[in-house]
């Protein structure tokens, strides 16, 4: 059975940097896609960034890119999420997911965590 446990949310100022860990245990983590989506409070989940099976190809929400670095271990079965200059806009809850075919879309994700809280102060 997939589980999928995100790790490392915490309260930042903005302007700070954080790294989320999500930790996927199955037997095919290699088989997916995997990517990054989040929550605020009173809004839809949003996609933020997605990695292929062999970490060649990224993509990523236009407000994050240059500052969020999605990065996968497949040895380790670990997705990564690196953000950079917070803002405080992009507190939520930040969620893992896998998918089988390459989507911005987060309904089109399969299967996802309980997500880790990332709260950016001013």
């Known amino acids: 059975q997939v589980q999928l446990v995100e790790s490392g949310g915490r309260l930042v100022q903005a302007g700070d940097s954080l790294r989320l860990t999500c930790a996927y245990s199955?037997?095919?983590?290699?088989?997916?896609?995997m990517g990054w989506l989040r929550q605020a409070p009173g809004k839809e989940r949003e996609f933020v960034a997605i990695i292929t099976r062999n970490s060649i190809g990224t993509y990523y929400q236009d407000s994050v890119k240059g500052r969020f670095t999605i990065s996968r271990d497949n040895a380790k079965n670990t997705v990564y999420l690196e953000m950079n200059n917070l803002k405080r806009e992009e507190t939520a809850v930040y969620y893992c997911?896998?998918?089988?075919?390459?989507?911005?879309?987060?309904?089109?994700?399969?299967?996802w965590g309980e997500g880790t809280q990332v709260t950016v102060s001013a």
């Open positions: 199955g037997p095919t983590f290699s088989s997916y896609l």
């Open positions: 997911a896998e998918a089988s075919e390459f989507t911005t879309d987060p309904d089109k994700c399969e299967f």
